[in-house]
């Protein structure tokens, strides 16, 4: 197995500029623009919503980085009150939509899905194309509100405010969501068909990889939750333009049935970006053991329990807002029991750990960083869903820093890890090891100084979405701007060392992890149509040890 | 949707499969789409009962009646169209399709006058030459009676365009297959569907 | 007084104590749980990597027992905090019949108070200590939230309808107030302070400010002007109910329906009359929307809420 290991310049001339193996592959099949930009092929799409979301990061980090050096000071070091209100609106709504929903399925579930069932390519190709430029056009409509001035209403457009009161451009928001909706849902219809109806012979529902099957539920959710924002953010739209008067209470409307609407999928849409995280390190962890993983029909059914609960806990948003005690009452309970499920995977991969044989390499550094800030959030998470604290904390840090423990500590590491994982596969070229291990524990260590003061800082009664904030909360604050530094840091360097390795990394063997998969089966990278004839599976799913290189499943 | 196979599909029966469960996938949305509507307007007839009865009344009955019949009819051919499909009897097909395109399109026309009327008699929120509604409850059952009216237009208008566009390929030598009609039918009962939920709820809660 | 790394937090009720105790041990119940699993996740990491030789025999890769264990219990033990949890939120969406009231209105970007004898303050409410308050609040424009850290305490303002929040400040302070809900430009200097004082002290504050008389005060002057009598007067067999000791009561609407007569159903039937009808009535009344705003209404209410049984006399 060929391991990157620190540069060594005498070693430049051994890494050619293009491999063997990336000669043939997908990579290189077709070098034009046009060639990318009307192409089927799932693996190029993935790449395309690669190129694109990483972009979109970008914006939203920057976003995030103003209002972190803005709270430096306690009446704001850099933003006008207007100027902090738009960029959180705007890292909220970029972040959610144009980065978060798509990252881990539009990236590695295109990519991965058709050669994990052993398919050469999705159910709906075009359509798959076509879901990357909806989000493109609604990912336009996004930067078009930045660019005429931004949005002030935050991403969760909450009414009156929205509808009725917010200057600026709403309805472009509005549009932009409305159009990236599209997107999801396409892509939720294509990989539900496509695990539906191309698995290859032998490959029954028992031996899907887990992260087929915890995108199989992310798609469940995406194709019944999504039209509900579609809709909701429809009737705010035609509120603005029309004065209907529907969330209005001076017309008699009532600005609660916002907030019901949007948050019967804004719930479920959080487990759009947590399940395929569970996926990744469903898959890293066996890797990284060598060992099957634990409790398999567990993990798999906990993924659909996870789907069909969050559809029930929506109201947990709203235990303030005027909602009814006993409505509020069920709503606790039930986000009691939805993370049930969510424990049973974080058990089960820990004892899958137990005796396997374990590498400590990026990847299984990111998975790791994953479960322990996984289990963080999701535990705050409980103490949110108990309604006594809830009063208490909702409104305030402590919720910015149970959600960022969860999306950011959990899905961005996940992806990280996914990334360090897939990127051989996907490039055909070995990064340096060393970097990897120093981004995985970077980022880890960075992420925990920018948002654990933040549980502080709530607890203690700072409200979230404040330009300025009395002076007794500085500290905590500049050890939270602090450690955003760092965080930045560790996300910029993936980006640099898995770039360089592009043209200098060591070609990639097809199973440089010695994983099972049939993804691993195939060469690195694939070929476009990735399967030379179609594989007939015998094989239990994580069946270690492998008995050679390359494994037939 | 082609009777030819391709890529990735090996065999064109799976092809065939997988059309027919995408559509089946993409209802499912619709039917939240729709179903979000459906629940705001139930809520609001739960928590304000007289000001949605007495907005209903003001409604068009004759027309939403004759609009029910209309859809109602058209779902019947087009399930007709679908079944000469499959029996290769295409002609027969793309008269009942087309019908049911002309039937669709008649729908909008008397929908597109009910919508003038409401507006000239005061009833169209935000529009009109004046407001006349009665009660913030019966403008909220407006809200959403022209929401849901008008996104089911939309969908019908999407729906004649699939009909027609079926109805003129049946005539040439590369026919949609008997799943890719069979799915347009599809996709023309669900907008049947809603408008039979829609149609109680709207018109008849008087 | 909750100290966490230099920050204090004062604990200004007894619920405020009472929460902190509860996430207290909610922390050492997750203590418990999750430390466990990431100590063996380290432990495991570091005992079974690859290339150490150590035994690695029959490796498990499933135990449903295990598994249902490792579900159920924790998951029990969580029910009994939510129960807890769930008696507190019962207790303090409850407020007792003795609690002063105070009526909040928020507006962007202030809050508006006023004391039952007619005191008003803007961003600041004293308070005594000792004695259950009881705030019915509600916005001018879009949704606000009142939220009094030191007492664990918030409750979204919501426009169009009445929201409740009730307390006994037992520790003489002041302390912060904040809006919690995005309200726009200005939302985070939208704040002011809850300043809690012995019984002496707030009456001897009391007695300072100028009050334009009490909230039923005002009601019946507003009463009078809007010529509420002309309908409502009288014994309720003519065109209207009658206003006597209505508040409180149970109220059947046309349809069916019982409502109790609180503070939101006279609002709305003043602002929005002909949504719920009372059975036997025509629907006739006007609409007062727009001619009269939030705190004129709840002037309006108060005055009803002193009406017992002779119309025009009140304390």
Redesign the interface.
């Known amino acids: 197995m060929s391991r990157a290991g620190l540069h060594d310049a005498s070693r430049e001339e051994a890494a050619p500029l293009r491999t063997p193996a990336e000669a043939q592959s997908y990579l290189n099949d077709g070098n034009s623009l046009r060639s990318w930009l009307l192409t089927t092929d799932h693996k190029r799409i993935a790449i395309l919503y690669l190129t694109s979301i990483t972009g979109f990061f970008a914006i939203a980090a920057t976003a995030a980085a103003m209002m972190r050096l803005n709270l430096l000071t306690p009446q704001g070091a850099l933003l006008t009150a207007e100027g902090y209100n738009r960029a959180f609106t705007m890292h909220g709504v970029i972040m959610v939509w144009f980065f978060l929903i798509p990252s881990i399925p539009n990236v590695f579930g295109n990519f991965l899905i058709p050669l994990m069932i052993g398919a050469r390519d999705m159910a709906f190709p075009r359509l798959n194309l076509a879901s990357w430029y909806i989000f493109m056009a609604g990912g336009l409509f996004t930067l078009a509100a930045l660019i005429f001035g931004g949005v002030d209403t935050g991403w969760t457009f909450y009414t009156p405010l929205s509808s009725t009161y917010a200057n600026g451009n709403v309805v472009l928001a509005l549009t932009a969501v409305f159009i990236a909706g599209w997107s999801s849902i396409l892509t939720g219809i294509n990989f539900i068909v496509t695990i539906h109806k191309l698995r290859a012979p032998g490959m029954t529902w028992g031996r899907l990889p887990l992260f087929v099957w915890t995108h199989y539920a992310t798609a469940l959710i995406l194709v019944l939750a999504t039209p509900v924002l579609t809709v909701t953010l429809l009737l705010v739209a035609a509120e603005r333009l029309f004065g209907l008067g529907i969330f209005n209470p001076a017309l008699g409307g009532d600005p609660l049935l916002f907030q019901h609407l949007f948050w019967f999928y804004s719930h479920p849409a959080v487990y759009i970006m947590v399940l395929p995280a569970m996926g990744v390190v469903s898959e890293l962890v066996p890797a990284a053991a060598h060992k099957k993983l634990f409790g398999y029909w567990f993990v798999a059914y906990s993924s659909l329990a996870i789907a069909l609960v969050g559809f029930l806990v929506w109201g947990h948003h709203m235990f303030v807002s005027g909602q009814s005690m006993y409505a509020s009452t069920v709503f606790s309970f039930l986000s009691l029991v939805v993370a049930v499920p969510s424990a049973i995977k974080v058990y089960n991969w820990t004892a899958t750990l137990y005796k396997g044989s374990i590498a400590l390499n990026a990847a299984f550094l990111f998975a790791m960083g994953f479960i322990g800030l996984f289990v963080m959030g999701g535990l705050t998470g409980l103490m949110l869903a108990l309604l006594a604290i809830d009063v208490h904390v909702h409104d305030t840090y402590f919720v910015v820093a149970h959600f960022h423990y969860i999306m950011v500590g959990g899905a961005v590491t996940a992806y990280l890890g996914a990334m360090h994982f897939w990127w051989p596969k996907m490039f055909g070229r070995m990064y340096n090891e060393v970097w990897g291990r120093i981004s995985a524990v970077l980022v880890f260590i960075g992420f925990n100084v920018t948002f654990f003061p933040q549980f502080l800082l709530g607890y203690m009664g700072m409200p979230r979405r404040y330009h300025e904030y009395p002076p007794e909360f500085q500290t905590l604050h500049v050890l939270s701007t602090g450690g955003a530094g760092l965080l930045g840091l560790g996300y910029a360097l993936p980006l640099i060392y898995l770039l360089y390795s592009l043209r200098h990394g060591e070609p990639a063997s097809a199973n440089p992890w010695k994983a099972t998969g049939l993804e691993w089966t195939v060469p690195s990278p694939p070929p476009t149509h990735n399967f030379e004839d179609t594989p007939i599976v015998v094989r239990e799913p994580y069946d270690y040890p492998l008995s050679h290189d390359s494994s037939i499943a | 949707m082609t009777t030819l196979r391709h ?4 065999d064109i029966a ?1 092809q065939r ?2 059309d027919r ?2 559509m089946v ?2 209802l ?3 039917a ?2 729709f ?3 459906v629940m ?1 307007l139930l ?1 609001l007839r739960t928590f ?4 949605f009865a007495a907005a209903s009344e003001r409604l068009n009955l004759l027309a939403g009646s004759v609009n029910t019949a209309v859809l109602l009819t058209s779902s019947l051919l087009v399930a007709i169209g679908a079944e000469a499909r499959a029996l290769n009897r295409n002609r027969l097909a793309t008269w009942m399709l087309g019908i049911a395109a002309l039937l669709g399109i008649a729908f909008l026309i008397i929908k597109g006058r009910e919508y003038y009327q409401e507006y000239g008699e005061g009833l169209m ?3 009109g030459p004046y407001q006349d509604f ?4 019966a ?2 059952f407006m ?2 009676y ?2 849901a009216t008008g ?1 089911h237009a939309f969908h019908v208008l999407v729906g004649v365009a699939m009909l027609a566009g079926c109805a003129w390929r049946l005539r040439r030598s590369d026919p949609p297959s008997k799943v890719g009609i069979e799915n347009v039918g599809l996709y023309w009962h669900l907008v049947d569907v809603v408008w039979v939920f829609l149609f109680p709820i709207l018109y008849l809660s008087r | 007084m909750l100290n966490l790394f230099g920050l204090s937090l004062p604990q200004a009720s007894a619920h405020a104590q009472h929460v902190d105790m509860l996430i207290g041990a909610f922390s050492l119940l997750i203590l418990l749980l999750a430390g466990p699993v990431i100590v063996l996740i380290f432990a495991f990491a570091i005992r079974y990597r690859r290339g150490k030789d150590v035994n690695r025999d029959h490796a498990p890769n499933r135990n449903v027992w295990l598994e249902v264990s490792w579900t159920i219990i924790p998951f029990l033990l969580i029910l009994g905090f939510f129960v807890v949890s769930a008696k507190m939120f019962f207790f303090i969406h409850e407020p007792p019949a003795d609690a002063m009231p105070i009526s909040v209105v928020a507006k962007q970007w202030m809050w508006k108070f006023q004391h039952p004898q007619g005191q008003s303050e803007i961003n600041t409410l004293h308070v005594p200590i000792g004695q259950p308050v009881k705030l019915t609040m509600t916005s001018q424009d879009v949704i606000h939230s009142l939220y009094v850290p030191a007492l664990r305490l918030k409750q979204d303002v919501l426009p169009g309808r009445y929201t409740e929040l009730w307390f006994t400040a037992t520790r003489p302070g002041t302390y912060h107030l904040f809006c919690s809900q995005f309200c726009g430009l200005d939302h985070a200097t939208m704040g002011g302070s809850v300043v809690a004082m012995v019984p002496g002290a707030y009456a001897r504050w009391l007695s300072t400010q100028a009050s334009a008389g009490s909230l039923a005060t005002a009601g019946a002057t507003l009463y009078r002007k809007l010529g509420c009598g002309a309908c409502h007067a009288g014994d309720g067999t003519t065109r209207a109910p009658s206003l006597n000791g209505l508040y409180g009561s149970k109220v059947t609407l046309e349809g069916g329906r019982q409502i109790v007569a609180d503070d939101q159903y006279l609002r709305d039937a003043i602002l929005d009359p002909n949504a719920q009808v009372t059975a036997g009535y025509k629907p006739i009344m006007p609409t007062y929307r727009g001619l009269i705003g939030e705190e004129e209404a709840m002037q309006l209410a108060a005055y009803i809420r002193a009406m017992k049984t002779v119309p025009g006399e009140y304390p």
């Open positions: 890529e990735p599909f090996l799976r499969e997988a469960l995408g996938v993409f499912a949305s619709e939240m789409l179903g979000a509507l705001g809520a304000q009962p007289a000001p929120p935000g529009a009665g009660s913030p409850g403008r909220m809200d959403g022209f929401v996104l």
